[in-house]
């Protein structure tokens, strides 16, 4: 069953915020066999969003919009869907006696312009905003549907899960749809198609290749009229791409690289720490961003001077002889790392995120090692240079697939 | 002069890729007098790409794409714009040649697959890549543009900044929007609001204020027929909006706190060390992603367990004592890596990232000190609990803004 997200809001245009509403909405449709076939955003201009709105309502049994629910004249979700199922507006009296409550509680008078939030229209009932003051509608007109949301994420997300989720699941019988994300890492975008290429092209299951900062990903949509249909597509799909790309494979679905590695320091029962130069503390961001991490992870040193490197362990020799930016050194900072705060294994980055140049190496230059009570390894890495926070965030993504690397292969 | 974005993508529907081009894209046409009308997000769907860019071709003088230039089959833009146009795709002997030297410049043979990327239509030129293999498309008929870039945000921008906005000026003229974003600290948005009431309403410039993590904003746009016009319209509220806010002003336009800081930082010939616990080395990743920090920024500890603060100078009887979350071990913490690493100041940041509690303390307690020569100051902050991340972005936020005051105070 087919669905669309319309967003409103001038701010949205202006790039001044992100509409992360949609795309907590779009997560979340295919399980309640929703297909999501176009997300709009469009600015508080009447004429447009009725256009946009009328167009999504006529040939979707799903519309959702976002925004334009508060007080002031520049929110018109509620003029939107009147004019576009050609109904007036009047104020209900129960909504209306349910704001001045609100705003009693709150120990005030309700201001006069608020009471557009009690408005209604013949085809619409109010949802319920225990977050805040705007009712959602629930709007329902030939037997098509538009739900309309407010804008700010702790109020959409009550509403979504408590009032409007069970209302779609009512509705929506038969149509299942499962995904599955294969994460790969080491292989080319064309080249993982073409591995890929007996599975792709089929319609259900859907197979797309998506480019990553961490790696191509493989994503599997299955559709059913149940779970197990679903699931009977999905599975053998599921199981011969695994097969493919058996050991460039990663991570599935939504597990990231570091949620990975915290996973397998823990099964392995590993203590971790970091020295950190060109990436500051991103690595060790990542890697705490992980809830729980503090079973495995025991800290870090930016080392973001020599002395300091220095002083952490780094033998000033290797400084001196090969450069701090330089393979051994990224080794001795791995073991230094270890040693210093009494872990398994250490991970050290050394490089150069630019713009200028460091030791006569350019910019986009990474050493990463990796150290265990048996050995220090280190690797080079040479990333585009054109940005510095690039720099540093592709060589955090490449150090920790490679700490994912040795805990791996060292099973 | 009126524009609409298209980007494609089945993963920006299915909610796992955000759209951030767009929003990047949308906070830089005004300055180029292109106003954005609409946003549309389609999934890898030839029918429903075509449907979209066809409508916003029609009535658009600049329609810009994103995405769906890879290699693969689901990458359909230039199929789209082909249809739209109703021209066929050739390979293009130049853009051939490109492509197989920049693989063989990788010592990799190019796929078959990839020679996708050297399609042209005749109303159609290539904008190189610098960041990648596939080039974008300059598409023209009827004297009206499609500008068709890569997905990848690194390749975007760089195509945006340094082939597609000198060509959009030469083409867009008698129209320019000029925007001055003030960035203020400590002030409620209402408080804001009414402070700035005189120049608020205006049509031309226009005055709107969004609430942000670090304090509300102030944003001015002025529209003239010329550079000159636009300008003297801006400098006049600009300087006026300066006035009224005087010290709460931290920023302006692009500007972060972590640029702010660094800047004070280096004015004033002072070197920053930090401690960090629960934000594990996020502020130092802020810090260290603005260019020649390292000639301020001296380095860091993440101290993820006790024995760790401990070994780096917080007195043991403090954490007995007060527990490691807590505003004497902040600022010991602060006091500590200035000491450690022989910095000017230092920071240092405790707290409970969550989900779950620690030393009886909620999620989203945090404590952070600034230390300097003179003495060493804690405050507490209580933040929102639901989200581990923005537990640990807004301590970061927080800790660079009690260190900028620090900065200021101390001038």
Chains 1, 2 share one sequence.
Not at 99 to 113: A, G, N, Q
Not at 245 to 272: A, C, N, Y
Request: charged share 20%.
């Amino acid at each position: 069953m087919y669905a669309e997200i319309v967003a409103s809001g001038t701010e949205l245009l202006m790039g001044e915020t992100q509409d992360t509403d949609s795309s907590y909405l779009g997560a979340r449709l295919p399980a309640l066999g929703l297909e999501l076939r176009q997300i709009t955003l469009v600015g508080d201009d009447m004429e447009r969003y009725v256009e946009v709105l009328e167009r999504s309502w006529k040939r979707n049994p799903f519309t959702f919009t976002t925004g334009g629910l508060g007080p002031t004249v520049d929110d018109v979700t509620r003029e939107a869907i009147a004019q576009v199922f050609g109904e007036q507006v009047y104020v209900d009296g129960q909504q209306r006696q349910v704001l001045i409550d609100l705003f009693k509680s709150r120990s005030t008078e309700m201001p006069v312009r608020n009471i557009k939030q009690a408005w209604l229209i013949p085809s619409a009932r109010a949802i319920p905003n225990r977050m805040g003051t705007a009712p959602g509608w629930w709007a329902e007109k030939e037997g098509r549907v538009i739900v309309a949301m407010p804008g700010p994420p702790r109020e959409l997300y009550e509403m979504w899960e408590g009032q409007v989720v069970p209302q779609i699941k009512e509705r929506v019988k038969g149509s299942v749809v499962l995904t599955r994300t294969i994460k790969t890492i080491g292989l080319g975008e064309a080249l993982v198609d073409e591995m890929a290429t007996e599975v792709l092209g089929i319609q259900n299951p859907y197979v797309g290749t998506y480019a990553k900062p961490d790696g191509i990903y493989l994503r599997v949509i299955a559709r059913g009229s149940t779970e197990g249909e679903a699931q009977a597509l999905l599975a053998p799909v599921d199981e011969k791409l695994r097969r493919i790309f058996d050991k460039s494979v990663w991570g599935i679905d939504d597990e990231t690289v570091e949620e990975r590695v915290g996973t397998l320091l823990h099964q392995q029962g590993l203590t971790l720490a970091t020295m950190e130069s060109c990436t500051g503390g991103q690595l060790a961001d990542l890697i705490t961003n992980v809830a729980g991490s503090s079973r495995y992870y025991k800290g870090g040193i930016i080392s973001y001077t020599n002395e300091l490197k220095i002083a952490s362990g780094v033998p000033a020799h290797l400084i001196e002889t090969h450069g701090a930016v330089s393979e051994p050194v990224a080794a001795a900072m791995a073991q230094a790392a270890r040693m210093r705060l009494n872990a398994d294994l250490g991970v050290g980055i050394t490089g150069v995120a630019g713009p200028e140049a460091l030791e006569g190496k350019p910019p986009g230059t990474v050493f990463i090692g990796v150290a265990d009570a048996k050995a220090a390894k280190a690797s080079a890495y040479r990333f585009p240079a054109n940005n510095r926070g690039l720099v540093k965030r592709r060589a955090v993504t490449s150090a920790l697939l490679a700490l994912r690397g040795h805990l791996t292969s060292a099973v």
